[in-house]
């Protein structure tokens, strides 16, 4: 709990800090309102993940200190992490870099993490068995493609304030807990300071938003997730792989569902951006729909309203991922019901059939 805390008030002090100094966020205020994602109406400091980047790195200091041993594992993971981390904080500075750049870092920095943290897929469970991968041709781009997707799913459900925050929140917190359990100390400290980090953060970013995660903090985030979940899957044969792909499903299918969508159903490039991601639909479906104002604190507020139907959404797969962590085959069957749960809703919402059940009717 001392990572946590720690990570928290760092990075809670470090984000007002960003906040208040403006030679700091000056070069990287969003002012682009018209953008197909934009759903803010003044400017707002990018570079959230900056804080969250250096509160994770003062942690790491401290708790090296504290528990030598773990030098080199922290080290490692943080020399591989900054790799993603500074392709997207340079394009919140410089709106330069594209994101094929970014994803490329970002599978260099898993690469790096292959080598230096052994950090490699090299099995997949099934009910009754263990599918082992024993070739490097193989193991290499398989881990590379997964932790440089999930850096890439964050970034890609960062639409809304507190939405990305709170949804990694709660799957750093479930790493820490089964690694707690499994007594991996290394993946329980590193999990606890990033969702720390985290934390801190989101007490400016929600509801209001004086500040967004940015590129930055969106894929710094993202490949310590996958890293973390790779480790500690791998690193814990009792841990069933299907836990890392249930706790993950959310911004991984919305990343693959949003690449099917592009390229073969609209015919576009799978880069190309777009407003109708479930989190776009629900905001502009259903909670714009309960407060219909237009003025710019009417859009806070349905901006922070959105917010929560992917908290809980999320949290379908996050809680059963959390408690049956060693069972493959409950972990599939509640894979299964995710993916249908969103793509019934996901066409629910596009034909104007939305559950009554999501609609607010009290305007506000």
């Not at 870092?105 to 230096?116: E, Q, S």
């Not at 469970?125 to 024993?134: H, L, N, S, Y």
């Not at 590193?190 to 934390?199: E, K, N, R, S, Y």
């Not at 985030?221 to 841990?239: D, K």
Request: some cysteine.
């Amino acid at each position: 709990m001392f990572s946590f805390l720690l990570s928290f008030v760092a990075s809670a002090l470090l984000t007002l800090l960003v906040i208040k100094e403006s030679r700091l966020h000056g070069p990287a205020l969003d002012s682009d309102f018209l953008g197909v994602q934009k759903v803010h109406a003044h400017q707002v400091a990018r570079i959230g993940g900056l804080s969250i980047f250096l509160s994770v790195a003062l942690s790491s200091a401290i708790s090296v200190w504290r528990v030598p041993s773990m030098g080199n594992w922290l080290f490692s993971l943080l020399a591989c992490a900054s790799i993603a981390f500074v392709g997207g904080i340079v394009e919140d500075y410089t709106g330069r870099v594209s994101a094929t750049r970014r994803l490329l870092l970002t599978m260099a920095a898993a690469a790096l993490g292959y080598l230096l943290l052994d950090a490699r897929i090299d099995r997949i469970d099934f009910p009754f068995a263990a599918w082992p991968i024993q070739y490097v041709w193989i193991t290499l781009p398989l881990t590379v493609l997964a932790v440089a997707g999930v850096a890439n799913a964050v970034n890609i459900i960062d639409g809304f304030n507190g939405l990305a925050s709170v949804v990694c929140i709660c799957m750093l917190l479930s790493l820490g807990y089964v690694a707690l359990q499994v007594n991996d100390m290394f993946v329980l400290i590193a999990a606890l300071m990033v969702a720390g980090a985290t934390a801190g953060f989101l007490i400016w970013n929600y509801p209001v938003g004086m500040i967004f995660l940015g590129d930055g903090g969106a894929y710094f985030i993202g490949f310590m997730l996958g890293e973390l979940a790779l480790l500690l899957v791998m690193r814990n044969p009792q841990v069933s792989t299907w836990y890392a792909a249930l706790l993950l499903i959310y911004p991984t299918f919305e990343t693959l569902f949003s690449v099917y969508r592009r390229m073969f159903v609209r015919g576009k490039s799978p880069a190309m951006p777009d407003g109708i991601h479930l989190h776009s639909l629900i905001f502009r479906r259903i909670v714009q729909w309960a407060v219909g104002r237009k003025e710019a604190r009417a859009l806070i507020r349905r901006n922070s309203l959105t917010s929560p139907y992917l908290w809980m959404f999320s949290l379908m797969a996050v809680i059963p991922a959390t408690v049956f962590w060693r069972h493959t085959w409950v972990l599939m069957v509640f894979c299964i019901l995710f993916i249908s749960s969103y793509i019934w809703i996901y066409v629910r919402i596009v034909r104007f059939k939305a559950p009554r059940w999501m609609i607010r009717h009290k305007k506000l």
